[in-house]
């Protein structure tokens, strides 16, 4: 079954630096989402996108969030200056159409600001 | 099995017992509702999904029953073997322009050997 990829798997960084996380959503899809995970949380929406714009961001996803299909296959997030509370998993998820299709995760990357 | 609500972060099963899993979603709207599992350090991972316009889904050992009058969602996985411990997320969608997918808090299920 395909599959949405993320890159790197760990993530550990600096408070105040910046990190880009990866992912390359199944090559069908249209339609892409990154989410986070505080350990023990529940998962939580960050922002969706769609035709090269956002569609719709969360509280969460503020001024120093932001993202970017660079090509025809890499979905991007970037954290300008990371905070000890952007410590979370972060999933990147896509699906093909928006109605009533299950949308498929990434294994995610594990983002430690220390 | 047990049923238990999602405000219990825990559900201890036998194995071979069935499973019962619980979901109060919060938008009367929604129309779309998956189940997810996560197994640990891994992505949620697609269980099952059902319409609005249903009240049970079955797939391979597990079904989905849909209360749209009480807003509420369940799971039920017959025959719980190991493999099936893991968290358990309902998540709710209205379809439309975006489509995102809203979780609902997780609940672990433990299988006992």
């Known amino acids: 079954e395909p599959e949405v990829t993320q890159t790197p798997s760990h993530q550990v960084t600096q408070m105040g630096q910046e990190v880009i996380l990866r992912c390359v959503p199944i090559s069908n899809h249209l339609y892409f989402y990154w989410y986070r995970q505080i350990l023990g949380q529940k998962v939580e929406f960050l922002v969706s996108?769609?035709?090269?714009?956002?569609?719709?961001k969360s509280e969460i996803f503020d001024d120093q969030f932001s993202v970017e299909r660079p090509d025809g296959s890499n979905f991007t997030l970037k954290i300008r200056s990371t905070k000890l509370e952007d410590s979370a998993m972060y999933f990147c998820?896509?699906?093909?159409?928006?109605?009533?299709?299950?949308?498929?995760f990434g294994s995610g990357t594990q983002l430690s600001v220390l | 099995g047990e049923s238990v609500g999602l405000h219990l972060p825990t559900l201890s099963v036998q194995e071979g017992d069935n499973s019962i899993i619980n979901c109060a979603y919060s938008n009367s709207a929604s129309d779309y509702f998956i189940w997810y599992k996560q197994e640990s350090g891994k992505g949620p991972q697609f269980i099952i999904d059902i319409r609005s316009n249903m009240d049970k889904r079955q797939g391979q050992r597990v079904t989905v029953l849909l209360n749209k009058t009480v807003k509420h969602l369940s799971l039920q996985i017959a025959a719980t073997q190991p493999g099936d411990s893991a968290v358990y997320f309902c998540a709710e969608c209205l379809t439309g322009a975006n489509s995102k997918l809203t979780f609902g808090k997780g609940i672990t299920l433990s299988v006992r050997p």
């Open positions: 996108f769609y035709n090269n714009e956002i569609s719709e």
């Open positions: 998820a896509s699906r093909f159409l928006a109605t009533n299709e299950k949308l498929f």
